[in-house]
């Protein structure tokens, strides 16, 4: 197809580009090392839990590496709807979790409001229904996906966090954003594609999988970005 | 008259965008109410609708024959400005939107394009666009941190009219039910004001392969 907006260059030659970085990067600093630690420190979670995959870079790697572990885990992923994740993402993401994990015992739930562009303004309903159906689902860990290089206030939080319902469990905490990149070209894990395009512009460091056109994170300039690079997706998703 | 034209429109400082284009007659028509309400246009609340007014471009059925915005040089990338942006301004009392409007504030990105030029192609009034488009000290988005700052415009006379299709490329978005064939398309709006719900249809994608259709 025609490039029809500016992104300039190809993604290919920048990829290539930068998986050689990655995967160098993978080896020096022993990325295996920090898997092998994470992958020890989970395991006693895994029987009672349910890991926990947005289909963004770090639930995958996590998912990849707790999969090789006990090939038939509980996940669990929750669909936003396609007003905030068009169809063409979701249904990338589902496939991306069977092809990573094809024996685990996947537990998808949708969001009903997902089906409205409403979902984009309010996000209130989205917070009651998603903590609603992590307690419908009664597991004792929920194990996630989050890192402690991504804030203060996460770097603070602890490995283990218990909560009034559950224990949260975060496989992947010690691990930066380099070696969750360096992990996934190191595997192949594969990430949904609009991934590169975002990395592309704002940065690996920058880049993450959220909900698209979600006033929610106007306060972070994504709905901006969102505009620029999935303009299609804008009025029908 | 109306005349097959093109606008190049050249710049001091690189252009902010909050899409992939710009559209030739939304300036147009934007720079036409401003010049019509004054300052209204700015301290009046926009709730309504706004009436679109008579602008200088010929149409084709209901659509301006006027290109989106052709950058120069073409290959060059977006690139991201961001920033943290406070308001000045005294927070009132009570729940207000900070991600957007007036008390925008928080940690921003804006998609930039650092060109030199950018180039339309229309069938307007020449006078009349010229006049309209010196009123324009800047354009895109973010003009008040110092983007999209206009150094010159130039408006030239050609032989063919390119407004709506270029070497059998679309220069805009055309609903598909005026097309016979087309290559690529999306739900965009094709007509101004360009943020209504109610002008999005299914269109072809600027700058791909469409036939118009001369029959209805």
Request: proline residues 6%.
């Amino acid at each position: 197809m025609r490039r029809t907006v500016h992104e300039g260059g190809t993604i290919d030659e920048w990829l290539k580009k930068w998986e050689e970085y990655f995967v160098a990067w993978y080896d020096k600093e022993k990325v295996d090392e920090k898997v092998r630690k994470a992958v020890e420190f989970t395991n006693p979670y895994l029987d009672q839990g349910v890991v926990s995959v947005s289909g963004g870079k770090d639930s995958m790697v996590m998912l990849h590496m707790l999969a090789s572990l006990k090939r038939d885990l509980k996940a669990f992923h929750w669909d936003h709807g396609r007003w905030l994740v068009p169809r063409e993402v979701e249904d990338e993401v589902l496939r991306n979790i069977v092809a990573v994990a094809p024996n685990c015992e996947l537990i998808v739930r949708s969001y009903s409001l997902g089906k409205s562009e409403v979902s984009r303004e309010v996000w209130g309903p989205w917070y009651k229904e998603f903590f609603g159906t992590l307690r419908s689902l009664g597991f004792k860990y929920h194990l996630l996906g989050i890192r402690a290089d991504e804030s203060s206030r996460r770097s603070v939080r602890g490995r283990v966090v218990q909560r009034k319902e559950w224990v949260e469990v975060y496989p992947i905490y010690y691990f930066t954003w380099r070696d969750v990149w360096a992990y996934i070209f190191r595997h192949n894990v594969p990430v949904p594609s609009v991934y590169f395009r975002y990395a592309k512009l704002v940065g690996w460091d920058k880049v993450r999988f959220v909900t698209l056109f979600d006033r929610e994170f106007e306060k972070y300039g994504a709905p901006q970005i969102d505009s620029l690079l999935s303009w299609r997706w804008k009025h029908n998703p | 008259m109306m005349e097959p034209l093109e606008v190049t429109i050249y710049f001091k400082t690189p252009i902010a965008l909050g899409f992939p284009w710009l559209y030739l007659d939304s300036l147009l028509a934007n720079l036409k109410v401003i010049e019509e309400q004054g300052e209204r246009y700015f301290t009046s609340p926009k709730v309504a609708p706004l009436e679109t007014p008579d602008i200088p471009v010929k149409k084709w059925r209901d659509v301006y024959v006027s290109s989106v915005s052709i950058f120069e040089p073409s290959d060059v990338g977006f690139q991201v400005f961001q920033y943290f942006k406070k308001g000045d301004y005294p927070f009132p009392q009570g729940k207000i939107r900070k991600g957007s409007g007036f008390f925008k504030d928080f940690y921003l990105r804006v998609g930039y394009l650092p060109v030199r030029s950018i180039k339309f192609y229309c069938s307007c009034e020449k006078d009349e666009v010229e006049r309209l488009l010196k009123k324009a000290p800047a354009i895109g988005k973010e003009r008040n941190i110092g983007f999209g700052f206009v150094k010159e415009v130039e408006v030239k006379e050609i032989e063919q009219e390119w407004g709506l299709v270029k070497d059998g490329l679309a220069m805009r978005p055309i609903p598909v039910t005026y097309l016979k064939g087309y290559e690529d398309t999306a739900y965009l709006a094709y007509k101004p004001p360009y943020w209504m719900k109610e002008n999005v249809t299914l269109c072809a994608v600027p700058f791909t392969r469409v036939g118009l259709s001369t029959s209805g």
